[in-house]
């Protein structure tokens, strides 16, 4: 049996943090209903090149799973279905700014009143309170904010932003992990719950030992390109023919590594004798271990270090990892058919649960696909009563 088989979501979400959320919980059996504007939908709809005969790849990858129907909130008539929608809904999921429900009567307190089981989501950039609640918040920009733009990129080199919308995903995550303690916390209580999840606050916990650095050890993290403040050597280093990354992660491991290399008295070598020892050291251990590491090709090194047990990998494009053996062998890559972009290949849900489906096979919709059907199925609407609300433009 699926996790959430038989759990009714109301999806009000767009861009990025949201949908990714409602994607999971459709993988995890959720039946996900994502409601968009008539007309225009999803800002990401919008969002390219590149698009497949007119459909961006950028809303196709995070609203898999989930059937998609129009409706106006604007207008009294479009805030009465979605009210009749939630009533037999489980979890709504939102990421307008702050306050915009609340101004259109949708706020959690009068959600929670009329419906006390609910589970009401609201990602947002920074939260609804605080100096900077109602802000708005993107991806880049929370980057920024929360730190890791100054962790990112060359020692002497501006700031960058990592090169996935990893705050989005962080959110949207994080707001799945939410609504899945809120529906177990529900069936002992049977009460419903608001679930805050900012851009800020999803991001700020992954700094992990950075933000120790300076909470406990006092000192303000750098820009390192890609070492390790902690460890050495745990970076990248040119081959005669390409780029690799080892992680040499213990005492153990450096020997190893030093007798790959054919320098196996550098275990020894007072200044890298240690690992606190190989940080302080840096420079030196840089200058003495790049050379030799570009001396020969990337493979003979991953084959040799790979025999001896010390982690390393191949820095790869972005195709390269998805066609990789063991992403295959994983089964993480979904095949479906969208009824415009054709048939395709999509990223699925990294859980394996054992005994339950691994990711939803439902291609993303159409804008508005499913709205006659999710309103004759849940609200028993009529044939004439949803040719009157299209002609009024509420769905």
Known sequence: MDPLEGVRVVDLSRILAGPYCTQALADAGADVVKIEEPGKGDDTRGWGPPFVNGESVYFLSVNRGKRGITLNLKPPQGREILWRLLETADVLVENFRPGTLDRLGLSWDEVHRRHPRIVYASISGYGPDGPWGGRPGYDAVVQGEGGLMSLTGAADG???????????????????????????????????????????????PTLTYQAASYLIGGQEPVRL?????????YET?????????????????????????GRAELAADPRFATNALRVTNYADLRSVLAPLL?????????????????PCGRV???????????VAARGLLLELEHPLAGRGRYV???IHLSDARRASRRPPPLL???TEEVLRERLGLSPESLATLRREGVV
């Open 225 to 233: 390109g890609n070492r390790h403040p902690n460890l050495a050597p």
């Open 237 to 261: 280093f040119e081959a005669a023919d390409g780029y690799l990354i080892v992680g040499v992660g213990s005492e153990s491991l450096w020997r190893s590594f030093c007798a790959v290399l």
């Open 368 to 370: 508005g696909q499913d």
């Open 158 to 204: 501006p700031p960058f932003k990592v090169g996935a919308s990893l705050v989005d995903v962080l959110a949207g995550m994080t707001a799945f992990q939410g609504i899945a303690l809120a529906l177990l916390r529900r069936e002992r209580t049977g009460q419903g719950a608001c679930v805050d999840v900012s851009l800020l606050e999803s991001l700020l």
């Open 316 to 326: 790869r494009s972005v195709g390269e990892a998805l066609d990789g053996p063991q």
């Open 294 to 310: 570009k001396a020969r090709p990337a493979g003979d090194w991953l084959s040799a270090l790979e025999a001896a047990g010390v």
């Open 348 to 350: 699925g849900s990294p």
